[in-house]
């Protein structure tokens, strides 16, 4: 089946380092690719997505290219801040047109500091 | 305010209970999802529905049922089968069609005591 793979955490950072926290995935046919961001104790809100191949997403300084070629979804930020701290998913949506899982890796945890 | 709404946010269960979770939204989204957050696991797919008395099974479905009599609502049954329950979990819509985004409630944490 479908399945997505994270850099393993936890992330800690300097504010204003440079962030990238990687992403590959196995689908059939052509995805749809997601991160999300959870902060403590709450559910999980859309960071950004792309739907097909060589697409960015891009949000709040967040960036993410689709990669076909590599099976790729690498999360990209060139300066982050404390506030950046959280727990982030790469996630993707089956391509077929019934039953849509979504599948979601087992989540970075981030940690910025000042 | 358009949302989707979990409740209780805490839940404290006895061994052998059965307890359920509610799930509502307001969104019009055909497909509804349940997760089960673990540290350290990401998250786990429960059941997922696509439409009104249709559910399918998930990753993990074993020790929990579901129900999809209305549209807005998706309520989460866990089962004295459940072997370990103590955990979060997640309730999320999102409407049909590609790379069309979920959205999720806040989340009910279940402990059993």
């Known amino acids: 089946g479908d399945s997505v793979t994270q850099m393993e955490g936890p992330v800690t950072l300097s504010e204003e380092a440079f962030l990238t926290i990687n992403c590959t995935y196995t689908?059939?046919?052509?995805?749809?690719l997601f991160w999300y961001v959870q902060y403590p104790g709450e559910g999980l809100q859309l960071l950004l997505k792309?739907?097909?191949?060589?697409d960015k997403g891009s949000n709040k300084g967040f960036e993410a290219t689709y990669r076909k070629e590599t099976t790729s979804f690498h999360l990209e930020k060139g300066s982050v801040q404390v506030s950046d701290s959280a727990v982030y998913f790469c996630?993707?949506?089956?391509?077929?047109?019934?039953?849509?899982?979504?599948?979601f890796g087992q989540g970075t945890r981030l940690t910025i500091n000042p | 305010d358009g949302g989707i709404t979990q409740s209780p946010k805490y839940l404290f269960r006895k061994e052998g209970q059965n307890v359920t979770l509610s799930c509502e939204q307001n969104?019009?989204?055909?497909?509804m999802y349940w997760y089960r957050q673990d540290p350290g696991q990401g998250l786990r797919l429960i059941y997922y529905?696509?439409?009104?008395?249709?559910?399918q099974k998930g990753d993990i479905a074993e020790g929990y049922s579901v129900s999809r009599e209305k549209k807005e609502s998706f309520p989460l049954t866990v089962t004295s089968a459940q072997k370990n329950p103590t955990a979060f979990y997640l309730c999320?819509?999102?409407?049909?069609?590609?790379?069309?985004?979920?959205?999720f409630g806040q989340g009910t944490r279940l402990t059993v005591v």
């Open positions: 792309a739907t097909k191949a060589d």
């Open positions: 529905s696509q439409i009104v008395n249709d559910f």
């Open positions: 969104l019009n989204h055909d497909a």
């Open positions: 999320a819509s999102r409407e049909q069609g590609k790379g069309t985004e979920a959205f």
């Open positions: 996630a993707l949506s089956e391509s077929n047109q019934g039953a849509q899982k979504l599948v």
């Open positions: 689908a059939t046919g052509y995805p749809s």
